[in-house]
């Protein structure tokens, strides 16, 4: 079974940038779109953004300037490169990517934006 491995979460102040990067842990054959979700406390998940094989995106209005999508499709990696991070912003963020055998999602990782 594929997993998706995420990386780059933590703690940083307002105005501060974090890089966040998913890996498959296989391969994972015809790749339609990969995402970023996140979810914070007592909020449901919502898309922050996604990548589509033909490299188009999508953003979230509230991220929309200041957030990056980005994929590496020799490695099948997806990046979210997020500057200007403000409190709002905290939450767990899962990868997510789609593929003609199935979903796949990360274990999610937290990013803080606190002072």
């Known amino acids: 079974q594929v997993q998706l491995v995420e990386s780059g979460g933590g703690l940083v102040q307002p105005g501060g940038s974090l890089r966040l990067s998913c890996a498959p842990s296989?391969?994972?054959?015809?790749?339609?779109?990969m995402g970023w979700y996140r979810q914070a406390p007592g909020k449901q998940r919502e898309l922050v953004a996604s990548?589509?094989?033909?490299?188009?995106?999508n953003y979230a209005d509230s991220v929309k300037g200041r957030f990056t999508i980005s994929r590496d499709t020799a490695k099948n990696t997806v990046y979210l490169q997020m500057n200007s991070l403000k409190p709002e912003d905290t939450a767990v963020y899962y990868c997510?990517?789609?593929?003609?055998?199935?979903?796949?999602w990360g274990q999610g990782t937290q990013v803080t934006v606190s002072s």
């Open positions: 296989g391969s994972i054959f015809s790749i339609n779109d």
């Open positions: 997510r990517i789609s593929g003609i055998y199935g979903v796949y």
């Open positions: 990548i589509t094989r033909r490299g188009s995106t």
